[in-house]
């Protein structure tokens, strides 16, 4: 859970820098692909949890976490990440598993900070 602290912290300090002045009234959204139901739910709830709590402590109103369920699976992940996009959200947190970044290239527009270290040239 600590490097999830270290990634909102992380994107709370250099995020609202490389974008330059932000309105005042709008929000930063943040995607967050986690699975929130099946065999892994007990995971996701966790991560969510952990990422509401790093928000709250660094008390700020304008970022905004939308989390979204990827059910531990490539094709419910990439459905949820073009959920993400549709709502115009560019940075995403997630997904959890490494094998959940199969198809997640056909969304060439979305930085993805995923929690898994393994590279596979997805």
Do not use: C, H
């Not at 999830?4 to 912290?9: E, F, G, K, S, V």
């Not at 952990?50 to 992940?77: F, G």
């Amino acid at each position: 859970m600590k490097k999830i602290i270290q990634i909102i912290l992380l994107l709370t300090l250099t995020f609202p820098i490389s974008i330059g002045k932000i309105i005042a009234n709008e929000k930063i959204k943040i995607g967050l692909l986690v699975p929130l139901t099946g065999k892994n739910s007990e995971i996701g709830q966790s991560i969510v949890k952990s990422t509401r709590l790093a928000i709250t402590k660094i008390n700020n109103l304008s970022i905004e976490i939308i989390p979204k369920d990827t059910k531990s699976s490539p094709e419910n992940t990439l459905k949820a990440a073009e959920e993400l996009n549709n709502l115009g959200i560019k940075i995403v947190i997630g997904p959890v598993f490494n094998e959940n970044l199969i198809y997640l290239n056909k969304l060439s527009e979305i930085t993805f900070l995923s929690f898994s270290n393994k590279n596979n040239n997805y």
